[in-house]
């Protein structure tokens, strides 16, 4: 599967001005996200790629780790440096990870 072709790093490791791409919905992007990710649902990749970066790694996130391998492995096909985030933002909140949500309420991983 292409899941266990692609590199990862855990949550945890993920560096604090790393540049982070979050594929998820608006909806779980809402409820909580990272200060600092840029958010391109998955729908958008295709039409919005001239936003990431080709100039360094990109660490791609979702909520559980498993679109954010397809898009992984997609990038890195594509000529990006890409890193998977391994088990997502489950992961990155269960690690005690800043966190914000765009609903003024507690941020949670939906």
């Not at 540049?19 to 958010?39: I, K, Q």
């Amino acid at each position: 599967s292409t899941a266990q072709s692609v590199p990862e790093v855990p949550a945890a490791d993920v560096p604090e001005d790393g540049w982070l791409l979050d594929v998820r919905e608006p909806y779980e992007w809402s409820a909580g996200h990272v200060p600092a990710a840029t958010h391109i649902p998955l729908a958008q990749l295709n039409d919005r790629s001239a936003e990431i970066p080709r100039d360094g790694t990109v660490y791609v996130i979702c909520r559980s780790g498993a679109r954010s391998a397809r898009v992984t492995f997609a990038l890195g096909a594509a000529g990006w440096q890409a890193v998977n985030v391994g088990g997502g933002m489950q992961d990155w909140a269960a690690a005690g990870r800043p966190m914000v949500s765009e609903t003024g309420a507690v941020p949670t991983v939906a």
